[in-house]
């Protein structure tokens, strides 16, 4: 089940925290629950990618990118996602979730997250992202003209530039499997 309550309190908690520009990184606290495990009784690699959304909705609250969503009744999604999983997380872990946006290509906004315990990194992911309309995806400058920050357009690190290059050459839609005869 999503975790709706985590998600309000998260909404909460950051509700008045500081505006924040687009290279800044929101910072949360977390902590792996019984029911995020799997049956290996670690944080469960989908949960992680659920849990993520609790850094990463009040990362868009506090840049603004939220209240324009809002006012322009667009949405947000997740166009790809490439992870990392390194360390394990435990039943009642506390984690500290680093979220920040990494820069734009015209049309998807790639964001990096990660969850870090006692300074060492655990997993991490990128995400490329799209703000959709009734048409669509609408064009990054779109949004960011919106939002009053027409001028953020940093390059994309060397390495996220190279995984859109290889998500570009990804045949879609993917071809069928061959199947397991009986």
């Known amino acids: 089940m999503y975790p709706f309550i985590r998600m309000a309190w998260q909404m909460f908690k950051h509700r008045n925290d500081p505006r924040l520009g687009f290279e800044d990184v929101h910072v949360s606290q977390h902590y792996c629950l019984p029911w995020d495990l799997d049956m290996w009784r670690e944080l469960n690699n989908g949960r992680t990618l659920t849990l993520f959304d609790l850094g990463r909705i009040p990362l868009a609250m506090r840049v603004g990118l939220a209240d ?8 947000l999604t997740m166009a790809g996602a490439t992870v990392r999983y390194r360390r394990r997380v435990r039943a009642f872990h506390k984690v500290e979730m680093h979220s920040r946006a990494l820069g734009h290509d ?6 990096q997250q990660s969850m870090w315990r006692g300074g060492e990194a655990l997993n991490s992911v990128v995400y490329r992202s799209a703000v959709t309309g009734k048409n669509g995806i609408v064009p990054v400058a779109e949004v960011l003209e919106a939002m009053g920050a027409t001028g953020w357009n940093p390059p994309l690190p060397d390495w996220v530039q190279a995984w ?10 993917p071809e069928d499997l061959p199947r397991e005869s009986a």
Not at 106 to 111: A, E, N, T
């Open 68 to 75: 324009v969503l809002r006012r322009k009744r667009w949405g």
């Open 106 to 111: 015209g049309r998807f906004i790639y964001l």
């Open 164 to 173: 859109a290059d290889v998500e570009a050459m990804r045949q879609w839609p």
